[in-house]
């Protein structure tokens, strides 16, 4: 984590190590610190989940310069309670109008242009804060990685409870070794909350006037519009969504991610196996339900991990909550001396009656869009859900499952080939080819 910085030493350093053409080129967006100190932000997507992230951002007192939404009507909200910000239809032409008066970026449209918006914002030297999961596929969460490495911008996935006291101190409490190596994680969620297991309509209502359905197609393979697509239930197509694995496991999977330091798997190159069963998908939806078998290899000092995904109703034995009521999203950590549920109860109760958590070690957050915010001022450290070191690996993996829902059987993930051994049926998913007019 960098401590802060201030930006008067920083440019100094910055300048002696002939790094000064990164402040020259653009002195609003680089490391932050506009004038008055309060950072430009422009939000692509500022309808549904954009909507509420203006809401969430608005009170941090920074200028919302800029408002884009493909939806006039799901983004009128946010229009009325900012009409000095400037709205856009086309992300591409706000950023090449306003590239020098943005500082930073929030992205919160559907998965499938979640990676084009945020490398053309980091491309421009913009911060950017981007909803979660991270991208559509691993390649893009590849790019993304990379583009943040080189401008050296400050990122944040909006996978929000990775900010929590208790998730920080969960993950204080594996590493302190309180219930010993943990070789077994379950994870569940009530997802899907939208239609899946169902086929493409086959009628074709009329685009309303509100919606420029190209702009909202994107990258994806162009199909004419329709309500089963959105607003919202594009989670389920594979077109546009990830899933249920994709909608929350960056959320319940965050904590043992990084307790255990699963991001060692793909920043070392390792191949883990994933194995999926499910009521089975149609190449258009996913399906209804899904249980995935995930079995990582050593890290470390760490001994080898068997995690396991349920949604539609799925759920773990129960045997393994030793009593306790099974909630419908939960994540269970077991290790040879105990188990941890949720953030954080230890089990069995008895053994851990007496138990007090580790002082903190990790840092504490100000909330996860503040956490952004300051490290783009320079005022705090790295967010812990930056694309670099956490959100594109924790990304890759989450979408490695839907790689053997794909073929409802096994895969091996060669994360250092980024590519499912002997598998060529799922490279689509790796890396998909954009419609034309759509680049990265």
């Known amino acids: 984590m960098k401590d802060r910085m201030d930006r008067r030493e920083f440019i100094k350093k910055a300048v002696a190590g002939g790094m000064g053409w990164l402040i020259l080129k653009d002195s609003r967006s680089v490391w932050g610190y506009p004038e008055n100190n309060k950072l430009n932000i422009a939000f692509i997507a500022a309808g549904g989940r954009g909507g509420a992230l203006v809401n969430e951002f608005a009170p941090l007192g920074e200028n919302i310069v800029a408002l884009c939404d493909v939806d006039e009507s799901m983004a009128a909200g946010s229009f009325s309670k900012f009409p000095k910000a400037k709205r856009y239809k086309d992300f591409r032409k ?21 990676a084009i918006a945020s490398v053309s914002a980091m491309r421009l030297g913009k911060h950017v804060y981007c909803e979660k999961p991270l991208t559509w596929s691993i390649y ?25 006291d208790g998730t920080r101190q969960a993950i204080e409490i594996i590493q302190s070794g309180a219930i010993g190596h943990v070789r077994e994680v379950h ?17 074709t209502p009329p685009v309303p006037s509100h919606l420029d359905w190209d702009l909202w197609i994107g990258p994806a393979p162009y199909r004419p519009y329709h309500p089963a697509y959105h607003p919202f239930r594009w989670r389920g197509w594979w077109d546009f969504g990830t899933g249920a694995l994709g909608d929350i496991g960056c959320h319940s999977i965050y904590m043992p991610f990084v307790a255990l330091k699963l991001d060692m798997v793909i920043s070392e190159g390792m191949s883990f196996s994933v194995e999926a069963e499910s009521s089975g998908h149609n190449r258009e939806t996913f399906p209804k339900w899904s249980i995935i078998r995930y079995e990582f290899p050593e890290r470390g000092t760490l001994p080898p991990l068997k995690l396991v995904w349920y949604d539609g109703g799925k759920k773990p034995p129960k ?24 953030t954080w109860k230890l089990l069995p109760a008895n053994q851990f009656k007496d138990f007090r958590p580790p002082e903190p070690k990790l840092p504490r957050s100000p909330g996860h869009q503040k956490e952004w915010i300051n490290a783009c001022k320079g005022e705090g450290p790295k967010p812990m859900s930056n694309f670099v070191d956490y959100a594109s690996y924790l990304t890759e993996i989450v979408l490695a499952g839907n790689l053997a829902l794909w073929i409802g059987g096994r895969i091996e993930w060669d994360s250092g080939k980024m590519e499912a051994r002997g598998c060529p049926e799922v490279s689509h998913l790796v890396r998909r080819e954009y419609r034309k007019g759509w680049t990265l």
């Open 94 to 114: 706000m950023l090449d109008e306003m590239h020098k008066e943005i500082d930073a970026v929030v992205v919160a449209t559907p998965d499938h242009t979640h």
């Open 140 to 164: 893009e969460a590849r790019v993304m990685r990379k583009v943040a490495m080189e401008q050296g911008v400050m990122t944040q996935m909006g996978n929000q409870g990775a900010a929590s």
């Open 187 to 203: 994870v569940w969620t009530d997802r899907p909350i939208w239609p899946q297991g169902i086929e493409r309509p086959k009628d």
């Open 319 to 342: 045997e393994l909550l030793m009593g306790e009521p099974m909630p419908d999203n939960g994540v269970l950590l077991i290790g040879d001396k105990g188990t941890m549920f949720g």
